[in-house]
DNA sequence: ACGCTTATTGTAAGAAGTTGCAATAAGACA
DNA sequence: TGTCTTATTGCAACTTCTTACAATAAGCGT
C-alpha cells in the first residue's frame, strides 16, 4: 500500500494513529477515477480489508475530510459521495443526464472574495457543486418542449 | 388554512392534486422564520393533521422542490433542511457557532453567469449554502490558537 | 521486544430516509 | 350529487446512516 508512507507522517504529527482501516479507505479513494459513495468506498475497501466495517468506513470518511485529506461532496439529494483531496476545483452536473464537468476555482474566486467583504466570514475551502442542464440535454429538452 | 388559495392553483393548472397533506407541509414551511428537517416539519404538520406520516413528508418536501415551492438546503453533513421558496438568496454558515447568514443573489450572479459561458451549462436557480467561520469565531479562534 | 495508555474499531441497537404495493380520496364529467 | 379515473397516501419492509460502549491495537517509553 504505497498511499502510507504518503498520508502517514501527516496524520502522526498531528497525533492520530496511522491504522489499517485508514489506509485501506484512503487507498480506494486515492485510485478512484469518480467519487465513490460510503457504501462503494467499503465495499472496495473490504477487496483490501476484509471484515471492515461499513461504520468505521463513514468514520473514516468524516474524518478524512475534517483532516483535509477528501472532499465530501453533498450530490442532488443530499446523498454524500467522497473524493480525495487535491487541486481545488468544483463540479457542474446535470440534472438530466447526470454528466459531470470540472469547473477550475479560479472561476469563482472571485465571488468567494466578494462574498467574504460583504459578510466578514472567512469561508473554508470547500468543493462546490452547482446543478443544472449540460449543453446536450439543453437542446434535447428543447426538442421535447420540456421546461 | 390560508395558504390553500395560495398554492393551489399553481398546482392544480399544472395537473398535480391539492391534498391536505400538502397544504399541511406548505403551511408549516409557510409560517416557519428557520429552515426545518424533514422530522421537524413532520412533528409540526401533524399538530393540524394528525395521522400524517412521516413517509408522506418526505415525498412532499421532495415534490414542493421539484415544482419550485420549496428550497432544499444540504447542510454540513448531508443533513437536509426546507425552506418555503422566496426571493433568491443563499447562506453562509459558521461552521463553529452555527450562526447562518444571508446573502444576496445579486453577490454571486457574476459567478453563475462566469461558469454558465465557461461550460455551456445553463445552471438551475439553485439556493447555494458555503461554510466559513464568521468574524466572532475568527476573534475567538485566534484567541485560542486554533486553526 | 514488552507493557501501558488511550485513540480507534467492531458490535449491536437505533434513527433517518427510501421503496413497492394496495387502499384512499382529489378532480373531472355526467 | 354520484361515479369514475388515477394521483397520492399509508403501510410495512428495507436500506442507509448514527451512536454507545466494550474490545482491540497504534504508538510511546522502557
Chains 1, 2 share one sequence.
Not at 3 to 9: D, R, V
Not at 12 to 31: E, K, N, P, W
Not at 48 to 55: A, N
Amino acid at each position: 500500500m504505497t498511499c502510507g508512507s504518503e498520508f502517514a507522517p501527516h496524520l502522526r504529527s498531528r497525533g492520530f494513529r496511522v491504522t489499517t482501516q485508514r489506509l485501506a479507505v484512503l487507498h480506494v479513494l486515492r485510485h478512484s477515477t469518480k467519487r465513490l459513495s460510503p457504501g462503494q468506498v467499503w465495499q472496495q475497501a473490504c477487496l483490501s480489508l476484509p471484515g471492515l466495517t461499513e461504520t468505521t468506513v463513514y468514520r473514516t470518511l468524516d474524518f478524512l475530510v475534517e483532516n483535509g485529506l477528501a472532499w465530501r461532496i453533498p450530490l442532488d439529494k443530499g446523498h454524500l459521495v467522497y473524493e480525495i483531496a487535491g487541486p481545488r476545483h468544483h463540479h457542474l452536473i446535470c440534472r438530466n443526464c447526470g454528466d459531470e464537468m470540472q469547473v477550475d476555482h479560479s472561476l469563482v474566486s472571485r465571488m468567494y472574495a466578494k462574498l467574504e467583504a460583504a459578510s466578514g466570514y472567512q469561508l473554508s475551502g470547500d468543493h462546490m457543486t452547482l446543478f443544472g442542464l449540460c449543453p446536450e440535454c439543453q437542446k434535447s429538452k428543447r426538442l421535447k418542449g420540456v421546461t
